[in-house]
């Protein structure tokens, strides 16, 4: 069994209920969004020539466009790329590059922009799709082939490749098949809520990660999938919608959540029809979710997952959150919940052995929902599965519950307004400039975004370097969200005996309410 199948049971079990809407109005039933699917399958196959297997990136703004392309490659056989619609042209054309994409469907600024990387790509067509207000002129009726029949593949065929950033800074594109997703959505049902087919999904949240992820459990379940006007995040939009559809969830950063909670529509909204909130990609300070809980009542369940195991390694459930009787109550909520049904998750000491309750190691985790491995890296593959677990890179702690405490991330990944940003991969640009001699980046919390953004410079000896040279260097190189909030300037990293920079006390000289006097000290021998 494949996701094709999802859709086609969905239709078959009742084609006129909703599948996809645009805000309070629907766009079509499961019926004609199933016949949409399988036209656009058979225009990629006919008129794009795509066998099965080949690769159809998606750089996309939230619409029904974007879930329509997806079911189509998988009714078709094909294998979609979703890319965060905010990545710099430079690093759409690394993603279409490596996974050797034949067809990248983008809207129509996105195509403009990606079109100037496509240069050395050759074997890679651009197709601009129009989505809800905008048009293209250079879009191509998906709607014109004939229809095909869904294409019978195998469970273990990849069914989406989740591109994202590794320390090396160049993005790893993580392997998910049939099968993965197919249990991320019995996991969904088991552990972190229960769908009814009159439910629904408001897609906030891009498309291309979480939220169009679990797209999968609420295509499964016959859930209408709405997709806000705006085509993003906007609270008093979503209150609106709140109004407007009955058993709404929403998969939300810890930052929106923060927003939702904080809107002035929050104090009059009616919450009957909002029946979750999922929450995740980052860390929810405990006094943050009590006022979620305090205003908005227990509609809350946490989950925390990878794009190795996507949204899929532990939950914390709405009936948790609710136990406030609990003895340990406050421990658990600031946890992540514990191991979802189709995983193990363990905590091992730096030679992969097994450590006892309370004592802090790498998260480990096996089982279905795990990625096949990274397309077209081996040895990146082989570390990160070694010995059958998934090396998270993530510090944490389990109780003799089993509930897992996330302490620090040894990977060093910035969690910004629930994105990932890499370190490395900012340094790495950073060190283009010629006055810089040495750098290091830290995530620093932000009341709003959870993490931002700090850089740590120091200039060759000599030289001069500013703010606004380094702003600009990023700017040209990396997606505005990747890049520093705020540079500080320093005589010399600190550092271990070793010569590896001591990234804890650039933390602590962040944190110091006038660290100047610190930045001038000698590394560490």
């Known amino acids: 069994m494949t996701l094709a199948h999802l859709l086609h049971r969905a239709a078959s079990a009742d084609p006129n209920r909703p599948a996809l809407a645009v805000g309070p109005n629907v766009h079509s039933t499961f019926g004609q969004m199933a016949a949409r699917v399988a036209i656009i399958a058979g225009t990629l196959r006919d008129r794009f020539g795509l066998e099965p297997g080949a690769r159809v990136a998606l750089a996309m703004a939230n ?8 079911c189509a490659c998988w009714h078709g056989g094909l294998v979609p790329v979703p890319m965060n619609a905010k990545l710099h042209p430079r690093e759409f054309a690394y993603i279409l590059g490596h996974c050797g994409a034949r067809l990248c469907c983008a ?19 651009l197709l601009a799709i129009a989505g809800p207000g905008e048009t293209a002129a250079e879009d191509r009726d998906l709607l014109a082939g004939e229809p095909i029949s869904m294409i019978e593949g195998q469970p273990d065929d990849p069914a989406w490749l989740f ?8 993005p790893k594109g993580a392997v ?17 809520d229960r769908i009814a087919a009159g439910d629904c999904i408001v897609h906030a949240a891009p498309l291309s990660h979480g939220s169009g992820l679990y ?80 205003r908005l009542g227990n509609r809350f369940a946490q989950i925390y997952g990878q794009g190795e195991s996507p949204m899929t390694i532990t939950a914390f459930s709405k009936a948790e959150h609710a136990r406030t009787d609990h003895p340990r109550y406050e421990a658990r909520l600031a946890s992540v919940g514990r191991a979802q049904s189709v995983v193990e998750v363990r905590i091992a000491d730096a030679d992969d052995r097994t450590l006892p309750a309370g004592e802090l190691g790498e998260v480990l985790v096996r089982g279905s929902s795990v990625m096949r491995g990274y397309w077209n890296d081996r040895e990146a593959s082989a570390s990160t599965l070694r010995g059958g677990w998934l090396h998270t890179g993530d510090l944490g702690v389990l109780d003799a519950d089993g509930y897992l405490t996330l302490k620090d991330r040894s990977k ?30 830290i995530g620093h919390p932000h009341a709003d975004w959870g993490e931002e953004v700090i850089a740590f410079v120091v200039a060759r000896q000599g030289e001069t370097v500013t703010a606004d040279s380094l702003d600009a260097l990023c700017l040209a190189h990396l997606a505005r969200f990747k890049r520093p909030r705020d540079y500080r300037f320093i005589k010399t990293l600190p550092k271990n005996a070793y010569g590896k920079t001591l990234k804890t006390e650039l933390r602590e000289w962040a944190a110091a309410e006038n660290p100047l006097a610190d930045y001038d000290s000698e590394p560490d021998t």
């Open 63 to 70: 619409g029904p466009a974007f879930l329509e392309i997806l």
């Open 176 to 192: 998910l098949s049939h099968r993965n997703l197919l249990a991320m959505t019995q996991a969904y049902a088991t552990n972190v």
């Open 215 to 294: 797209a999968v459990p609420h295509l499964a379940a016959g859930a209408l999938q709405v997709i806000p006007e705006s085509g993003g995040f906007d609270p008093a939009e979503i209150f609106n919608l709140v109004r407007r559809h009955a058993g709404m969830t929403i998969f939300a950063a810890p930052t929106m959540v923060k927003r939702l909670v904080e809107h002035p529509a929050c104090s009059d909204a009616d919450p009957e029809n909002l029946k979750t909130i999922v929450y995740g990609g980052g860390p929810m300070y405990g006094d943050d979710i009590k006022q979620a809980m305090a």
């Open 163 to 170: 591109y994202t950033s590794g320390t090396t800074g160049r």
């Open 412 to 441: 060093d990944v910035i969690i910004s307004g629930g994105a990932n940003i890499y370190p490395r991969e900012v340094e790495e640009v950073l060190l283009h400039h010629p006055a810089v001699g040495e750098c290091a980046v």
């Open 107 to 125: 809207s129509p600024k996105l195509a403009t922009a990606i079109a100037g990387g496509l240069g050395d790509i050759p074997d890679c067509r």
